[in-house]
C-alpha cells in the first residue's frame, strides 16, 4: 500500500491560486490517486481522483506526474470556506472491490481574509 | 445526491456498555466503510463491507464488530465500551468501480466514561 507525504500545513490569502502537493513514490500501477478535504465537525468530502496526467472538474484541478510518484491539487481562487484539511489518498481498487481510503495526516490550508 | 446518514450523532456511554453505531446509506452502493477520528489525527479504517452479509477487518479492528444486514445498513457495534474508543466514528460508502467516489457520513461523536 502506497504511502503519500504532503505539507502540514500551508496558508493562503483569499483569491489566490493553492497547490497542494502529494508524494507517492511506492504507488502500485493498480492505485488510483483521491483527493479528500474535511472541515471542522464533518466528513470528509471527494474533491477529485485521477489515475494519470490532467483532471479537471468544478472544484479543482489534478496534476499527476509522468511516473505517478507526484500530484497536485490546485484550488483556484480560494475563498474562506477552502480553510481545511486537505487529503491526499493512493488506494488500490483491487479487482472491483472498491477503494479502500487509508488516510494520512492530510495538509491543513488557512485562508486569511 | 448520495447520502450517507448516522445515529446518533452524539452519544455518550458507559465503560462496559454496549454501544451500536448505525449507518444508512441510499446510494445503493455495495461498500461500506467504518472509521474513527482522534482529535487532530487522520481517520483510521475499523471495519468495511462488500455487501450485505459481509464484514472485513481494517486497520485497527480490535474491539469492534461490524455488521451488513442489507445493501443499506452498516452497524459498528462496541460489546464492551472503553474511554479509549471515545472518538469521532464515520461511516462511508463507495462504489466497487475504480475511481468510484466515497461519500462520508457527518459523524458520530461518542464518548465513554
Known amino acids: 500500500l502506497a504511502k503519500t507525504t504532503q505539507p502540514p500545513s500551508m496558508e493562503a490569502y483569499e483569491g489566490q491560486e493553492v497547490n497542494v502537493s502529494c508524494s507517492h513514490t511506492n504507488i502500485a500501477t493498480s492505485e488510483y490517486i483521491y483527493w479528500y478535504r474535511q472541515v471542522p465537525h464533518q466528513g470528509p468530502q471527494f474533491i477529485i481522483q485521477g489515475y494519470k496526467d490532467y483532471v479537471v472538474n468544478e472544484v479543482a484541478s489534478l496534476f499527476i506526474s509522468a511516473d505517478r510518484k507526484l500530484s497536485t491539487l490546485s484550488l483556484p481562487w480560494v475563498s474562506l470556506r477552502d480553510a481545511a484539511v486537505y487529503y491526499c489518498i493512493v488506494t488500490d481498487i483491487g479487482n472491483n472491490a472498491g477503494a479502500k481510503l487509508t488516510f494520512g495526516g492530510g495538509t491543513r490550508l488557512t485562508v486569511r481574509p | 445526491e448520495a447520502a450517507v446518514t448516522q445515529s446518533p450523532r452524539n452519544k455518550v456511554a458507559v465503560t462496559g456498555g454496549k454501544v451500536t453505531l448505525s449507518c444508512n446509506q441510499t446510494n445503493n452502493h455495495n461498500n461500506m466503510y467504518w472509521y474513527r477520528q482522534d482529535t487532530g489525527h487522520g481517520l483510521r479504517l475499523i471495519h468495511y463491507s462488500y455487501g450485505a452479509g459481509s464484514t472485513e477487518k481494517g486497520d485497527i479492528p480490535d474491539g469492534y464488530k461490524a455488521s451488513r444486514p442489507s445493501q443499506e445498513n452498516f452497524s459498528l457495534i462496541l460489546e464492551l465500551a472503553t474511554p479509549s474508543q471515545t472518538s469521532v466514528y464515520f461511516c462511508?460508502?463507495?462504489?466497487?468501480?475504480?475511481?468510484?467516489?466515497?461519500?462520508f457520513g457527518k459523524g458520530t461523536r461518542l464518548t465513554v466514561v
Open positions: 462511508a460508502s463507495g462504489g466497487t468501480t475504480g475511481g468510484t467516489e466515497v461519500f
